[in-house]
């Protein structure tokens, strides 16, 4: 055929290939076990929604509703965009679907792709994909403490090492205008010092400085006023409280007044989780609590916290962090010739059923390169099967793994291999 086009991924979009795929699974098996005894459960939303539902609670002002989110008209003259986070779709649902009219309080999580319009030489993707969680109407710092607990159990579940935690709050609708004011006045007289985002935005919502990444910015900021100097009582015994239960529950952590995040919903608590494999700007998971947000998507007044984890970061860091062990077949089945390969077909049948990872050699084979096959992709046990095996109704096997072999009854191989799988 001629003129036949090679298709390549879109630029910031991979495709996450086995045996990358088994460390992916089993990241997901260890969110969902941890996060069920918490009573956590899962929730199954959309990846494309009104682009409102994103303008709306991230903040028109923000680097991802501004720059980065995929927003396009649909056939119905719609504006919609693919969601660029998971906590927005969490709330519209809640809202939609009434959910606050179930006993309280509702937890719930969620994992798959986010899409944000990044720069590629950022190493970050323009498809991700994060498992987050969402608990709602319980306002107590417990709740906070139990989220973040679980999100240590989550992480150190999975085997992540050296991961630290830093708290914040960043007040509330009382104490937060007063704060801004204080960092107004305290960047008046610095405006040539920001960066163009930072200048054009600051009158806005100056917290954005200092969450921005520009070296220019960085600088700029030393010396402001901290957020943890201005908080007002109630946020001040909530962030105190929070702190005391974590030390009780053995969560380490350290306050950090300049992690403010950069999303617009957030209220009181904020956490992020780094690693020591990662650079310090890069949270391998962050949260807080957003006490506003069901409001402002037409519910009733709702305090809820939440949190999400990047995965390609968090996968990245298992892979780079001890050598991993690929689930390999536990029997290959080397058949010689008709009508060896029909026995082996219908042996590889009844130890399938008995849920072992079964490969069957190709018969037109020579033994010798079903072997090898065995050998490359690491299978355990292999079962040689040729005519004269047939007659005598034994088998030749052999554990490719510590060399033993030997020979046995073709009627005693589900026995056999019980004993040792
Ligand atoms: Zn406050
Ligand atoms: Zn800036």
């Avoid at 969560?251 to 617009?264: H, I, Q, W």
Wanted: hydrophobic content about 35%; aromatic content about 10%.
């Amino acid at each position: 055929m001629s003129g036949a086009q090679q298709y390549k991924t879109l630029k910031g979009m991979q495709d996450i290939l086995p045996p990358d795929t088994f460390l992916w699974q089993s990241v997901e098996q260890t969110a969902r076990s941890i996060f069920s005894v918490f009573g956590f459960q899962e929730i199954r939303l959309p990846v494309l929604e009104s682009t409102g539902v994103f303008s709306r609670s991230i903040g028109e002002q923000t680097d991802i509703v501004e720059k980065e989110m995929y927003t396009f008209t649909d056939k119905g003259g719609r504006s919609v965009s693919l969601r660029p986070e998971g906590t927005a779709s969490v709330v519209r649902s809640y809202v939609e679907n009434n959910l606050h009219n179930l006993p309280s309080p509702q937890k719930f999580y969620y994992s798959g792709p986010m899409f944000r319009y990044e720069r590629p030489q950022s190493g970050r993707f323009r498809q991700f994909y994060q498992i987050g969680v969402e608990a709602f109407a319980d306002p107590h710092p417990r709740m906070d403490a139990e989220v973040i607990l679980m999100l240590e159990r989550f992480l150190s579940g999975i085997g992540l090492q050296g991961i630290s935690f830093q708290i914040n709050s960043i007040g509330c609708e009382q104490c937060r205008p007063g704060y801004r004011d204080a960092l107004l006045s305290f960047f008046s007289g610095k405006a040539d010092q920001l960066c163009p985002d930072c200048l054009r935005r600051y009158d806005r919502n100056p917290l954005r400085i200092l969450d921005c990444k520009s070296a220019k910015c960085i600088a700029a900021r030393s010396g402001a006023p901290r957020i943890t100097d201005h908080l007002c009582d109630d946020c001040r015994q909530h962030f105190g409280k929070l702190q005391e239960l974590l030390n009780m529950l053995h969560v380490a952590f350290t306050v950090n007044p300049e992690m403010v995040r950069g999303l617009d919903y957030y209220t009181r608590t904020t956490f992020e989780v780094t690693s020591q494999g990662l650079g310090s700007q890069n949270a391998v998971a962050a949260g807080g609590r957003y006490n506003r947000l069901v409001r402002e998507f037409g519910g009733p007044d709702t305090p809820a916290i939440g949190f999400a984890v990047g995965m390609e970061r968090v996968i990245g860091l298992l892979k780079q962090s001890a050598a991993q062990e690929w689930p390999a077949p536990a029997v290959f089945i080397a058949a010689r010739g008709e009508p060896a390969g029909t026995e082996a077909l219908s042996l590889a049948g009844r130890l399938r059923d008995r849920g072992l990872w079964v490969e069957v050699g190709d018969a037109e084979n020579s033994l010798k390169s079903q072997l090898r096959r065995a050998d490359r992709i690491s299978a355990r046990h292999v079962f040689i099967i040729g005519d004269e095996e047939l007659k005598s109704g034994q088998l030749r096997w052999k554990n490719l793994h510590d060399a033993s072999q030997g020979v046995i009854m073709m009627t005693e191989i589900e026995e056999f291999i019980s004993g040792i799988c």
